[in-house]
C-alpha cells in the first residue's frame, strides 16, 4: 500500500531513541521528510546521518523550554516549506506511588509531559497546512489501566486522552485529525529502565510478556509501522481515536 507520505512533513519529538526514532524512520522510508526534536545532539546528528539530510534535520533542545515546539515547526518551513503534522512524543515522568510522589515531582510531570505536549500541538497547528494536518499522540496503555508503581503518568496520560477527543472535535472541521497511540512492552530504553528496578529484572520481564497475548514485548519498528499509517493520509478517516499497540495486553475494551 502507497501510504501517500512522499514529501510530507512531520515533527518528531523525543526523537533520539524509542518510539520517536522508529517512527521517523519509517516516515522516511515512506518517502516523508522530519524534523527530529530531542535533548541528545550527538544521537540526533547520528539519526539524521542514517536517514539522510535530504530526509531528516534535527533540533537540538528541551520540550520544556517555551519555545521549542515553535521552533522546530519553522524548520520544517524555513527547510521544506511545508509542515504535515507530528509525532507527539514525551517521554515518560520517573517512577514512584501516588503518595511517595512529591509535589514538585505532580508539578514537573505536568509541565513535561502534559503541557509540553500540547504546546507542540499548539505551533503544529499553527504553522501546518490547514485541512490536511495530523496530529499522533504517544500516549500509554495507561489511559486504559494503571500501570503499578508509575504514579504521574497514570494520572496525566488519561486526561491527555480526553484532550485527544476534544481536540478532535475542535479541529475536524477543517480537516485535522487527531490520533492517540497507546504502546504497551516496547523494547525501548525507557522499558528497559522500568524492568530494572524490580528486585529481579528478569522475572519481572518474563511476568509481563506472559500478560501479553503474543507472548513477547513489541519492537519499536512494529510502533513506527503503526504510528507512520496513522500519520498518512491513507488513514484519512481515523480521527478521535486510541490505538492500542501493545500486542493485545489491554484488557478493557
Not at 521544506?80 to 514537573?108: C, F, M, N
Request: charged share 20%; glycine share 12%; aromatic share 4%.
Amino acid at each position: 500500500m502507497d501510504l501517500g507520505l512522499r514529501d510530507r512533513v512531520f515533527v518528531v519529538t523525543a526523537a533520539s531513541g524509542g518510539l520517536g526514532r522508529a517512527t521517523a524512520e519509517q516516515l522516511v522510508a515512506e518517502g516523508a521528510r522530519v524534523v527530529l526534536v530531542a535533548r541528545r545532539a550527538d544521537v540526533l546528528d547520528e539519526t539524521v546521518a542514517a536517514l539522510g539530510p535530504d530526509q531528516a534535520t534535527s533540533l537540538t533542545a528541551d520540550l520544556a523550554d517555551l519555545d521549542t515546539a515553535d521552533r522546530a515547526c519553522r524548520i520544517a518551513l524555513d527547510t521544506w516549506q511545508r509542515l504535515d503534522g507530528a509525532l507527539i512524543s514525551v517521554g515518560g515522568p520517573p517512577a514512584g506511588s501516588v503518595l511517595g510522589t512529591a509535589p514538585e515531582d505532580w508539578q514537573a510531570g505536568f509541565d513535561g509531559v502534559f503541557l509540553a505536549a500540547l504546546r507542540v500541538a499548539e505551533a503544529v497547528v499553527e504553522h501546518g497546512t490547514a485541512g490536511d494536518l495530523c496530529l499522533g499522540w504517544v500516549l500509554s496503555s495507561s489511559v486504559k489501566a494503571p500501570i503499578g508503581g508509575l504514579a504521574v503518568s497514570n494520572g496525566l496520560r488519561p486526561g491527555l486522552a480526553m484532550v485527544v477527543k476534544q481536540l478532535a472535535d475542535e479541529l475536524g472541521p477543517d480537516g485535522t485529525r487527531v490520533v492517540g497511540l497507546m504502546p504497551g512492552r516496547i523494547e525501548t530504553e525507557r522499558v528497559a529502565h522500568l524492568d530494572s528496578l524490580a528486585e529481579d529484572p528478569v522475572a519481572a520481564r518474563s511476568a509481563s510478556e506472559a500478560a501479553i497475548p503474543l507472548r513477547r514485548y513489541g519492537q519499536p519498528a512494529e510502533f513506527g509501522r503503526a504510528a507512520a499509517f496513522v500519520l498518512s493520509p491513507a488513514a484519512s478517516y481515523l480521527t478521535g481515536s486510541m490505538i492500542a499497540v501493545d500486542g493485545g495486553a489491554i484488557r478493557a475494551l
